[in-house]
Protein backbone atom coordinates (compact mmCIF):
# COMPACT_ATOMS: atom_id res chain seq x y z
CA UNK A 1 0.00 0.00 0.00
CA UNK A 2 0.95 3.00 -0.85
CA UNK A 3 0.39 6.63 1.31
CA UNK A 4 0.91 10.07 0.13
CA UNK A 5 -0.14 12.80 2.51
CA UNK A 6 -0.72 16.68 1.18
CA UNK A 7 -2.10 19.99 2.48
CA UNK A 8 -5.68 19.50 1.79
CA UNK A 9 -6.14 22.23 -0.47
CA UNK A 10 -7.47 22.56 -4.01
CA UNK A 11 -4.12 23.63 -5.59
CA UNK A 12 -3.08 20.04 -4.43
CA UNK A 13 -5.69 18.26 -6.70
CA UNK A 14 -3.37 17.81 -9.36
CA UNK A 15 -0.81 15.79 -7.33
CA UNK A 16 -3.51 13.87 -5.43
CA UNK A 17 -5.39 13.03 -9.12
CA UNK A 18 -1.32 11.34 -10.27
CA UNK A 19 -0.96 9.82 -7.69
CA UNK A 20 -3.92 7.55 -8.58
CA UNK A 21 -3.97 7.90 -12.07
CA UNK A 22 -0.22 7.47 -13.18
CA UNK A 23 -0.11 3.88 -11.66
CA UNK A 24 -3.86 3.20 -13.49
CA UNK A 25 -2.58 4.33 -16.81
CA UNK A 26 0.48 2.20 -16.47
CA UNK A 27 -1.97 -1.28 -15.84
CA UNK A 28 -3.25 -0.40 -18.96
CA UNK A 29 -7.03 0.83 -16.97
CA UNK A 30 -9.52 1.62 -19.97
CA UNK A 31 -9.81 5.90 -20.55
CA UNK A 32 -13.62 5.34 -19.46
CA UNK A 33 -11.84 3.91 -16.02
CA UNK A 34 -9.35 6.29 -15.49
CA UNK A 35 -12.06 9.33 -16.32
CA UNK A 36 -14.46 7.94 -13.70
CA UNK A 37 -11.45 8.00 -11.28
CA UNK A 38 -10.65 11.36 -11.80
CA UNK A 39 -14.06 12.75 -11.13
CA UNK A 40 -13.98 10.56 -7.65
CA UNK A 41 -10.86 11.84 -6.52
CA UNK A 42 -11.94 15.84 -7.37
CA UNK A 43 -15.19 15.20 -5.74
CA UNK A 44 -13.90 13.76 -2.74
CA UNK A 45 -10.66 15.87 -2.02
CA UNK A 46 -12.76 18.85 -2.90
CA UNK A 47 -14.96 17.89 -0.48
CA UNK A 48 -12.18 17.67 2.23
CA UNK A 49 -10.14 20.79 1.03
CA UNK A 50 -13.69 22.82 1.62
CA UNK A 51 -14.95 21.69 4.53
CA UNK A 52 -12.51 19.51 6.68
CA UNK A 53 -10.78 22.26 8.20
CA UNK A 54 -13.40 25.52 8.84
CA UNK A 55 -10.77 27.25 10.53
CA UNK A 56 -7.59 26.76 8.71
CA UNK A 57 -5.34 24.62 7.03
CA UNK A 58 -4.89 21.07 7.48
CA UNK A 59 -3.31 17.50 5.83
CA UNK A 60 -5.22 15.33 4.02
CA UNK A 61 -4.01 11.28 3.73
CA UNK A 62 -4.66 9.20 0.29
CA UNK A 63 -3.47 5.20 0.87
CA UNK A 64 -3.20 3.26 -2.64
CA UNK A 65 -4.11 -0.50 -2.97
CA UNK A 66 -4.35 -2.93 -5.71
CA UNK A 67 -6.12 -6.13 -5.88
CA UNK A 68 -5.60 -8.48 -8.69
CA UNK A 69 -8.51 -11.01 -9.01
CA UNK A 70 -10.58 -9.23 -9.62
CA UNK A 71 -8.60 -6.43 -10.78
CA UNK A 72 -9.58 -3.35 -8.50
CA UNK A 73 -8.24 -0.62 -6.86
CA UNK A 74 -8.54 0.77 -3.68
CA UNK A 75 -8.26 4.61 -2.30
CA UNK A 76 -9.22 5.13 1.69
CA UNK A 77 -8.83 9.31 2.34
CA UNK A 78 -8.02 10.28 5.65
CA UNK A 79 -8.46 13.94 7.09
CA UNK A 80 -8.13 15.18 10.54
CA UNK A 81 -11.08 17.72 9.86
CA UNK A 82 -14.53 17.87 11.44
CA UNK A 83 -16.65 14.67 11.62
CA UNK A 84 -18.51 14.53 8.63
CA UNK A 85 -19.87 11.39 6.89
CA UNK A 86 -20.51 12.42 3.77
CA UNK A 87 -22.88 9.19 2.92
CA UNK A 88 -25.12 10.36 5.33
CA UNK A 89 -25.73 13.21 3.13
CA UNK A 90 -29.07 12.52 1.57
CA UNK A 91 -29.08 12.34 -2.45
CA UNK A 92 -30.05 14.66 -4.64
CA UNK A 93 -33.57 13.76 -5.94
CA UNK A 94 -32.69 13.72 -9.87
CA UNK A 95 -36.37 13.81 -10.95
CA UNK A 96 -36.97 17.05 -9.32
CA UNK A 97 -37.91 19.89 -11.97
CA UNK A 98 -35.11 22.64 -12.66
CA UNK A 99 -36.49 25.26 -10.25
CA UNK A 100 -36.66 23.12 -7.36
CA UNK A 101 -32.99 21.26 -7.93
CA UNK A 102 -30.59 22.20 -5.58
CA UNK A 103 -26.88 22.89 -5.91
CA UNK A 104 -25.13 21.00 -2.97
CA UNK A 105 -24.83 17.24 -2.98
CA UNK A 106 -24.33 16.31 -6.53
CA UNK A 107 -20.21 15.53 -5.99
CA UNK A 108 -20.76 12.59 -3.41
CA UNK A 109 -23.75 11.35 -5.30
CA UNK A 110 -21.39 11.21 -8.44
CA UNK A 111 -18.85 9.36 -6.58
CA UNK A 112 -21.62 6.97 -4.71
CA UNK A 113 -22.70 6.18 -8.65
CA UNK A 114 -19.29 5.36 -9.58
CA UNK A 115 -17.81 3.01 -7.13
CA UNK A 116 -18.29 -0.18 -6.69
CA UNK A 117 -17.97 -0.26 -3.02
CA UNK A 118 -18.03 2.91 -0.43
CA UNK A 119 -17.12 2.92 3.27
CA UNK A 120 -17.23 6.02 5.95
CA UNK A 121 -16.02 5.45 9.92
CA UNK A 122 -14.73 7.90 12.29
CA UNK A 123 -11.99 6.44 14.21
CA UNK A 124 -8.71 8.05 16.26
CA UNK A 125 -10.30 11.65 15.76
CA UNK A 126 -10.29 11.08 11.73
CA UNK A 127 -12.34 10.73 8.99
CA UNK A 128 -11.76 7.68 7.27
CA UNK A 129 -13.45 7.08 3.74
CA UNK A 130 -12.78 4.00 1.36
CA UNK A 131 -13.77 3.31 -1.91
CA UNK A 132 -13.23 0.46 -4.43
CA UNK A 133 -13.52 0.14 -7.71
CA UNK A 134 -12.98 -2.40 -10.54
CA UNK A 135 -11.54 -2.16 -13.73
CA UNK B 1 -9.68 25.55 -19.42
CA UNK B 2 -10.53 28.38 -22.56
CA UNK B 3 -13.59 29.67 -22.50
CA UNK B 4 -14.14 31.44 -26.47
CA UNK B 5 -17.65 33.81 -26.21
CA UNK B 6 -19.16 34.91 -29.22
CA UNK B 7 -21.95 37.13 -29.70
CA UNK B 8 -24.50 37.78 -32.37
CA UNK B 9 -27.27 39.51 -31.50
CA UNK B 10 -28.85 38.47 -28.32
CA UNK B 11 -27.19 34.88 -29.07
CA UNK B 12 -24.05 33.94 -27.23
CA UNK B 13 -21.88 31.16 -27.93
CA UNK B 14 -20.15 30.15 -25.57
CA UNK B 15 -17.03 27.13 -26.18
CA UNK B 16 -15.52 25.85 -23.06
CA UNK B 17 -12.60 24.18 -24.40
CA UNK B 18 -10.47 21.39 -21.49
CA UNK B 19 -11.77 20.69 -18.25
CA UNK B 20 -14.01 22.26 -16.27
CA UNK B 21 -13.67 21.78 -12.54
CA UNK B 22 -13.33 22.77 -9.11
CA UNK B 23 -10.25 24.98 -10.15
CA UNK B 24 -11.86 26.73 -12.77
CA UNK B 25 -15.82 26.67 -12.41
CA UNK B 26 -15.88 29.99 -10.47
CA UNK B 27 -14.53 31.67 -13.74
CA UNK B 28 -16.75 30.43 -15.75
CA UNK B 29 -19.22 32.07 -13.20
CA UNK B 30 -17.43 35.18 -13.63
CA UNK B 31 -17.70 34.83 -17.43
CA UNK B 32 -21.39 34.25 -17.97
CA UNK B 33 -22.46 36.59 -15.14
CA UNK B 34 -20.44 39.34 -17.18
CA UNK B 35 -22.47 38.75 -20.08
CA UNK B 36 -25.85 37.41 -19.24
CA UNK B 37 -27.50 41.33 -20.27
CA UNK B 38 -29.81 40.90 -23.15
CA UNK B 39 -28.77 37.34 -24.35
CA UNK B 40 -32.09 35.53 -24.97
CA UNK B 41 -30.40 32.59 -26.72
CA UNK B 42 -27.38 30.74 -24.48
CA UNK B 43 -25.35 28.29 -26.29
CA UNK B 44 -22.75 26.23 -24.93
CA UNK B 45 -20.50 24.64 -27.48
CA UNK B 46 -18.90 21.35 -25.59
CA UNK B 47 -16.93 20.13 -28.82
CA UNK B 48 -13.64 21.00 -26.94
CA UNK B 49 -15.14 19.83 -23.49
CA UNK B 50 -13.45 16.78 -22.24
CA UNK B 51 -14.33 17.00 -18.39
CA UNK B 52 -16.82 18.18 -16.13
CA UNK B 53 -17.26 17.78 -12.56
CA UNK B 54 -19.96 19.27 -10.32
CA UNK B 55 -18.59 21.78 -9.53
CA UNK B 56 -18.59 22.84 -13.39
CA UNK B 57 -22.62 20.84 -12.86
CA UNK B 58 -23.29 23.87 -10.13
CA UNK B 59 -22.28 26.61 -13.13
CA UNK B 60 -24.69 24.99 -15.72
CA UNK B 61 -27.63 24.56 -13.08
CA UNK B 62 -26.64 28.59 -12.46
CA UNK B 63 -26.71 29.50 -15.98
CA UNK B 64 -30.33 27.19 -16.90
CA UNK B 65 -32.12 28.90 -14.14
CA UNK B 66 -30.77 32.14 -14.97
CA UNK B 67 -31.78 31.64 -18.58
CA UNK B 68 -35.41 30.46 -17.99
CA UNK B 69 -36.24 33.69 -16.98
CA UNK B 70 -34.97 35.54 -20.05
CA UNK B 71 -34.66 32.99 -22.75
CA UNK B 72 -33.69 29.84 -23.68
CA UNK B 73 -30.07 27.10 -23.04
CA UNK B 74 -28.72 24.61 -24.97
CA UNK B 75 -25.90 22.45 -25.25
CA UNK B 76 -23.86 21.26 -28.32
CA UNK B 77 -21.28 18.84 -29.35
CA UNK B 78 -21.39 16.81 -26.06
CA UNK B 79 -18.64 14.36 -25.66
CA UNK B 80 -19.32 10.98 -24.28
CA UNK B 81 -17.77 11.46 -21.10
CA UNK B 82 -19.49 14.55 -20.33
CA UNK B 83 -22.63 12.99 -21.57
CA UNK B 84 -22.42 10.54 -19.01
CA UNK B 85 -22.04 12.59 -16.21
CA UNK B 86 -24.84 14.36 -16.97
CA UNK B 87 -27.19 11.69 -17.65
CA UNK B 88 -25.97 10.12 -14.57
CA UNK B 89 -27.19 13.29 -12.48
CA UNK B 90 -30.44 13.88 -14.32
CA UNK B 91 -29.62 16.97 -16.20
CA UNK B 92 -30.15 15.53 -19.08
CA UNK B 93 -33.34 15.46 -18.93
CA UNK B 94 -33.73 19.25 -17.48
CA UNK B 95 -31.77 20.48 -20.26
CA UNK B 96 -31.66 21.13 -23.54
CA UNK B 97 -28.84 18.78 -25.01
CA UNK B 98 -27.60 18.03 -28.67
CA UNK B 99 -25.11 15.25 -28.61
Known sequence: ?135 | MEIQKELNGTTLVVKIIGRLDASNAQELTKELNASFNGVKDLIFDFSGLKYVASAGLRVLLMAQKRMNKQGSMKIRHVDETVMEVLEMTGFADLMNIEK
Open chain 1, 1 to 135: MEKFTVEASIENLPLVTSFVIEPLEEKGCSMKILMQMELVIEEIFVNVANYAYPTGHGMATICRDFEDTPRAIELTFIDSGIPYNPLEHEDPDINLELDEREIGGLGIFLVKKTVDEIHYEYKDSQNILTIKKLF
